[in-house]
């Protein structure tokens, strides 16, 4: 996994905020994994290897990556447990 | 030697050049290494050019519907847009603009710091479009250079803290906790909506347990909404006022067929609020880290406000009836205001109706269920539909731009000013001064108590 990228309605306030936190969060992890934030105007196919967006947006996101949906998009424990349990999934961790 | 002088004024008259240099020195300050410093300052600056460019490519479209509009209807139209009317304000008010948002945030630090209002203020764009919602209204009222970036700034940071404040008790009910503020600059709307909720809302059942189509939410994509909602505005407006005078209009060898006209004038405007956002975008990510760090340094038991989307993902159907029936509210109220021949009439804007709307049917389905998101939303599309045609006068030239500000509580604090500007400047000065001290002292009296 080389990107993901943090997608909200308007790329401004909330989604830097879970890009900060998501960016905490591989830092714990000890892993190597750029990560940004964008509008859902500006997303594309493509765009990263997984997406992290609010589960209002997930309808949205998921044509363009696969797409880990959160209830609460600032919730670092939210976003920590789904992540290990993705990368474990995945064999990164 | 004069040269070396011109520079400096030049350099320092430029906003987008006076917000570098203000990103320069935070981040030196923090000690960021050197390309971490180049490239923020560069981005920064660069943001707000983008910024600028945007309102170039909008405006255009913007006038040709206002002539169209009055044309067809005979009252001036107005599409109640943020990025588009403060884009149009960045012309003449810049440097203002980036001064009142610096030391609006060393308020909001201080005022989090000495008083019990804790919350700061993180939602980088809306701290920049009250910032040009304040320079001008107080320039129009009088207030220039060094008063008006001080009072101006000290006005923008009890803002910051004030309505987070009374968006508060909401906000814990929707996300369980007391740790995030919320910073959203329509917390009158979405107070209102709260409180209508818990009216209305006895044994009425949480819009989540609903089931909604799914495809509706390709209406989230805001260059969509935008790009849909002015094209069929614009297709009305054509079709109305007719094919002859739109020939006249755009001047003998410029013909067009007018639904030609209308779709590209309309995703112009589109384009041109894309590139808008793209601009903000861009400044909001060198400024909001480097705001974020001093304030977690100097008030480390500070509660971030942070923007809407956050409630979002707690009530994703409440959201889209948020939206729609807000936007419902903005029709009755345009049909009202047409009705009533109003000299303005404010239209739908879809980004409002759709962020400030989608809020106001969380809030209400927070305390009230179902009947608080429908009847809450409603009442706010109806708020900011006539709201607005309070604070055009106060706007000076902007007033004329055919598009205004939407969210509740620039309108409210533009109404505010604009009404004791009335009284001259001291006025304002005075005025402000004391709202600003009244947390200071309810703060420190309280301290008392406590010891």
Known sequence: MKKIACICGSGLGSSFLVEMNVKTVIKELGLDIEVEHTD??????????????????????KRFAETLPLSNIMDKNELKGKLVDLFTEKGIL | MKDVLLFFSDL?????????????????????????????????????IILGQGAGVLVGSLEHFGVLFQEAFNVNGVVPNNEAIVSLALKDYATATAAIMVFGMAFNILIARFTKMKFIFLTGHHTLYMAA??????????????????????????????????????????????????????????????????LVGKGSKSTEEMNFPKWLSFLRDSSVAIGLTMLVMYLIVVIVSGQAYLDSYLGAGNEQNMIVFAITQSL??????F????????VIAEVVPAFKGWAEKLVPDSKPALDCPIVFPYAPNAVLIGFLVSFLGGI??????????????ILPGVIPHFFVGATAGVFGNATG?????????????????????????VLGELSFANTTFSDADFIGTGIVIGTVAQWGKWAIVGVVSVLFAIPFVHGFLSKKQEA
């Open chain 1, 40 to 61: 859902l105007g500006s997303a594309w196919p493509g765009i990263a290897d997984l997406i992290i967006c609010g589960n209002d947006l997930y309808e949205n996101c």
């Open chain 2, 275 to 282: 590139i808008v956002l793209a601009g903000v975008r861009m």
């Open chain 2, 332 to 345: 009755v109220g345009m049909a009202i205001l047409l009705l009533m021949k109003a000299d303005n009439v």
């Open chain 2, 12 to 48: 320092l008259a430029n906003p987008a050049m006076l917000l570098g240099i203000i990103v320069l020195i935070g981040l030196v300050a923090q000690r960021k290494p050197v390309h971490e410093v180049i490239r923020g300052t560069l981005k920064a600056v660069l943001g707000f």
């Open chain 2, 268 to 273: 112009i405007f589109a384009a041109g609020v």
């Open chain 2, 369 to 393: 269920g179902r009947r608080g998101a429908v009847i809450g939303s409603f009442v706010n599309g109806l708020v900011i539909t006539f709201l607005p045609l309070l604070l055009m006068p």
């Open chain 2, 133 to 198: 919602l304040i320079s001008v209204v107080m320039t129009v009222g009088g207030l220039e250079s060094w008063g008006l970036y001080i009072i101006g700034g000290m006005l923008l940071g009890l803002t910051m803290a004030f309505f987070p404040m009374i968006a508060n008790p909401t906000m814990k009910k929707i996300t369980g906790s007391d740790e995030i503020g919320f910073g959203h600059f329509s917390s009158i709307t979405y107070w209102l909506s709260g409180e209508i909720g818990k």
